[in-house]
T-cell receptor
């Protein structure tokens, strides 16, 4: 079952604002991943984190792998309308064991 | 790189028929492929994990005789929904795990929307 707690469930923000979402777990993961899914499409990998404490950026996106290995956050700076979608975190222990958060639905108002 | 395709993207079928969905890793070899099901506004639910050349491992509650998975090569896995019923209508997504390097993570296909009438 789902073991990741992702929050917030949804966000309604104004274009230009920064966004922050996070995932926590009671279990340790070896890898944290952040995906974005748009309606009718599969999730697209945004950022992959492989080491505790790792901070990685991809354009306006920044994600960190928590020191305890039980959490991760994703920040989006200066949001734009095309950031709209559902963002999923995923924690992976080994190749065959990956768990997903429930998703954060982001709406950006122009 | 790391592109995963699915075919068909959308299928509508009559109740009782079987539907096959293909998942291909186009530019890398996938030792492991995963099949997920997603209901509207919900997260992805893992159905099964398949390794090339071996039987798939199904998650609890997923009927292996209803959802047949074949992983015949390092670039192709198929999911067959047998004797489909309206409750099988859903968005099915596959993902592929690469063997090494930059593909050492899961990449998802674009999904297949199944509607059973």
């Amino acid at each position: 079952g789902q073991q990741l707690n992702q929050s917030p469930q949804s966000m309604f923000i104004q274009e230009g604002e920064d966004v922050s979402m996070n995932c926590t777990s009671s279990s340790i993961f070896n890898t944290w991943l952040w995906y974005k899914q748009e309606p009718g499409e599969g999730p697209v990998l945004l950022i992959a984190l492989y080491k505790a404490g790792e901070l990685t950026s991809n354009g306006r996106l920044t994600a960190q792998f928590g020191i305890t290995r039980k959490d991760s956050f994703l920040n989006i700076s200066a949001s734009i309308p095309s950031d709209v979608g559902i963002y999923f975190c995923a924690g992976r222990r080994n190749n065959n064991d990956m768990r997903f958060g429930a998703g954060t639905r982001l709406t950006v108002k122009p | 790189g790391a592109v995963v395709s699915q075919h068909p993207s959308r299928v509508i079928c009559k109740s009782g028929t079987s539907v096959k969905i293909e998942c291909r890793s186009l530019d890398f070899q996938a030792t492991t492929m995963f099949w997920y099901r997603q209901f509207p506004k919900k997260s992805l639910m893992l159905m099964a994990t398949s390794n090339e050349g071996s039987k798939a491992t199904y998650e609890q509650g997923v009927e292996k005789d209803k959802f047949l998975i074949n992983h015949a090569s390092l670039t192709l896995s198929t999911l067959t929904v047998t004797s489909a019923h309206p409750e099988d209508s859903s968005f099915y997504i596959c993902s592929a795990h690469g063997t090494s390097g930059p593909t050492d993570t899961q990449y998802f296909g674009p999904g297949t929307r199944l509607t059973v009438l």
